[in-house]
């Protein structure tokens, strides 16, 4: 009479074993010097289930996300706070990011005037099967998370800020 509920123990985990079998792998990540910053978990469990139609995935270090399988989507939260910068300046929502375009089709977007900062990488490439994904649309998905980061008093500057050009005249 034992082997039954032995034998249901197995099927069951046999099923268990089929279905996990089917699930993406989780994404090999790497950890920031400040990941354990407790501003880090408040945004982690904010982030979107999904952007732009990929699915958010398990890594396997702490304060780090993946969108998209193949991952074009990483979020690593507890990176070095930028200061001053020639990086490209842009505004999601609330959100000020540096642009670094450098290993262009791959984009990196470092929160700027926030603490911790994170980095996002988003793989936007043309030639992709499942199409390209727009970099301003994971940046607006990922804001309202983003935005439980502290303010630092940083800002970005325009060009006119940049000059001391009085932009009250004509």
């Known amino acids: 009479m034992r082997t039954r509920p032995v034998?249901?123990?197995?099927?069951?985990?046999?099923s268990l074993t089929a279905a996990l079998a089917g699930c993406s792998p989780i994404v090999a990540t790497t950890a920031a010097a400040d990941a354990n910053d407790p501003g880090c978990a408040e945004v982690i469990v904010r982030l979107p289930e999904t952007t732009q139609?990929?699915?958010?995935?398990?890594?396997?270090?702490q304060a780090t996300a993946a969108y998209g399988d193949p991952a074009d989507v990483l979020l690593t939260c507890g990176?070095?706070?930028?200061?001053?910068?020639?990086?490209?300046?842009?505004?999601t929502k609330n959100v000020l990011w540096l642009r670094d375009d450098s290993q262009a089709p791959l984009y990196i977007f470092t929160s700027f005037g926030r603490e911790p900062a994170i980095d996002v990488a988003i793989r936007s490439?043309?030639?992709k099967a499942s199409g390209r994904v727009a970099p301003g649309q994971v940046l607006y998905d990922l804001?309202?998370?983003v935005s439980e980061t502290k303010k630092n008093g940083l800002s970005c500057q325009d060009v006119e800020d940049s000059?001391?050009?009085?932009?009250?005249?004509?």
């Open 53 to 61: 139609g990929l699915a958010k995935r398990e890594t396997n270090a």
């Open 163 to 170: 000059l001391g050009v009085d932009k009250t005249d004509g």
């Open 143 to 145: 804001a309202d998370a």
């Open 79 to 91: 990176v070095k706070v930028p200061a001053a910068s020639e990086l490209p300046c842009v505004q």
């Open 125 to 127: 490439d043309q030639t």
């Open 7 to 14: 034998a249901a123990l197995l099927l069951l985990a046999a």
